[in-house]
């Protein structure tokens, strides 16, 4: 059996009738764990667009309680958008209702000109700067330990306390991102990013790693698939990635999963060969359950 773990999104992006068809939440969730995928996944969409997106935490509670085995993961969740007392008191709820599955991707809000930033009161340049302040006291806030959350902050202790959950830091193979996941977190969850930038940021790692003297983290690496079932074309999905990501335009061809078993057996097996240890797929809008499938069907072929 291959070592290589398995996790696909949720479909929380999608149109009304399309997450109907599936059955909601809790009959997406049941359908992971019936493939035998290591993980579910919901990011955190927060974004003021207007566009159909549920939110994550509620997401991952539904799952939790529809499944027993699979790991509940936030591929991302933007932590400067909210207070770290809030985050905290949800997240070891979270850990208390699903019997500690949480997985917890971290991202610092790659979107800075988004409504949300100005709606919720904060700079969205402080984004940064939040991420790591709120880093820096959330293990201790989720385990029940007294804990001052700023300077002029009283000391607080949450209850009951919880299992603090992995952390991964989402983001490039920037020095910020590959500083942050040494200063506060398990894995790098490097997303949408051609193959060559996960090969460059792992080498970064293992580099500052021993420089440190710390553990390399570990690797978690995200992308989309656009599968049969799909609804959209593969190069709708390509020029997403150019638009909204800046990827190369001749970068982004390559990144969408596509193909057959045989095509997705490849991919994954050179996202393991490249340093993952987990790879988390986000399905295209459309059949979801048939996509699903199809991941399934592709990783079994890696055993």
């Given at each position: ?238 020029d997403r990635l150019v638009q909204a ?59």
């Open positions: 059996m291959t070592a290589l773990k398995l996790g696909v999104s949720l479909p929380i992006i999608t149109k009304p009738e399309d997450l109907a068809r599936v059955g909601g939440i809790g009959a997406a969730a049941r359908h992971v764990e019936r493939l035998g995928l290591e993980s579910a996944w919901a990011a955190d969409m927060v974004l003021g667009s207007g566009n159909h997106a549920l939110d994550a935490p509620i997401v991952l509670a539904a799952a939790a309680a529809a499944t027993e085995r699979i790991r509940l993961g936030f591929g991302t969740y933007t932590l400067a958008l909210r207070p770290a007392a809030a985050s905290a008191a949800m997240l070891a709820s979270l850990q208390q209702v699903s019997g500690d599955r949480i997985l917890l991707g971290v991202g610092s809000g790659g979107f800075p000109s988004a409504p949300i930033w100005p709606a919720v009161g904060i700079p969205a340049t402080e984004r940064g700067r939040r991420t790591n302040a709120i880093l820096e006291v959330l293990p201790d806030l989720i385990a029940g330990k007294p804990t001052r959350i700023g300077p002029d902050s009283p000391e607080m202790t949450l209850a009951p306390a919880s299992t603090v959950p992995t952390i991964l830091i989402g983001g490039t193979d920037a020095a910020p991102t590959l500083r942050r996941t040494l200063a506060y977190a398990d894995e790098w969850f490097p997303s949408s990013m051609p193959l060559s930038t996960v090969i460059r940021g792992a080498a970064k790692l293992r580099e500052m790693s021993a420089e440190q003297g710390r553990p390399m983290p570990l690797i978690t690496v995200g992308g989309p698939a656009v599968l049969a079932g799909a609804d959209i074309p593969v190069e709708a999905m390509t990501y800046g990827i190369a335009p001749d970068e982004a061809p390559k990144i969408p999963l596509t193909g057959g078993p045989a095509q997705i057996a490849d991919r994954l097996a050179a996202f393991a060969e490249a340093g993952a240890h987990r790879v988390v797929m986000g399905l295209a809008s459309g059949d979801w359950l048939r996509q699903a499938e199809q991941l399934a069907e592709g990783y079994a072929l890696l055993s």
